[in-house]
């Protein structure tokens, strides 16, 4: 049905190593995997095997949970996208978050990941993480802006006022020094 992969810790894992609560969800044990430290497990590898056939309005979510948390959604593998390296954004032990597969008074005992077959429309992101970043970027782009924009404003009244052509000035003061220094824009990525 499908495997999983955690980059440079693990050897390929089919379905059976995670136990399976229901026909539609699975549980990996962290505490199985990497005893407590689970929080320095940061990326997951998911795709589905060859020989399962997922309908095309469904998909396989992942969802993490730290001991004594709710489990958060952290992405999903569909037909279209059979495969997919999703980032694991540990919640702080005892945290809030999104989903509790677990029974409200069974406050886990370790690190779960939690695979489950769930409708499509219904998931909000197929990969989670890769939003985070983007808008991570887009905030510090805007901070840029703002920061150049600051340097050249003045005040009237209740206004700040800035020079017609900032957008100008600041796009290409931007441009030549990520062409100057590549390293520059990474700076912005994290």
């Known amino acids: 049905m499908f495997g999983v992969v955690f980059p440079n810790r693990s050897f390929p894992m089919d379905i059976s190593t995670f136990s399976q609560i229901d026909t539609f969800h699975?549980?990996?044990?962290?505490?199985?995997?990497?005893?407590?430290?689970?929080d320095q497990v940061r990326e997951l590898c998911i795709f589905l095997l060859n020989s399962f056939t997922l309908p095309a309005d469904k998909a396989l979510a992942v969802y993490i949970q730290s001991p004594g948390s709710p489990f958060l959604f952290c992405g999903a593998v569909t037909l279209s996208r059979p495969s997919a390296v999703l980032t694991l954004p540990w919640p702080d032990p005892g945290s809030g978050g999104e989903m509790r597969l677990t029974a409200s008074g069974d406050a886990p005992l370790s690190a779960k990941i939690g695979v489950s077959v769930e409708d499509l429309a219904a998931?909000?992101?197929?990969?989670?993480?890769?939003?985070k970043r983007i808008e991570r970027l887009a905030m510090k782009v805007g901070e840029n802006l703002f920061n150049f924009m600051q340097s050249f404003c003045g005040v009237d009244g209740s206004k700040l006022v800035v020079p017609m052509d900032i957008l100008d000035r600041w796009f290409k003061k931007f441009s030549e020094r990520a062409k100057r220094?590549?390293?520059?824009?990474?700076g912005f990525a994290l």
């Open 26 to 38: 699975w549980i990996l044990d962290m505490n199985t995997f990497v005893g407590e430290a689970y």
């Open 181 to 186: 220094d590549p390293e520059y824009l990474k």
């Open 123 to 131: 998931l909000p992101s197929l990969d989670v993480s890769a939003e």
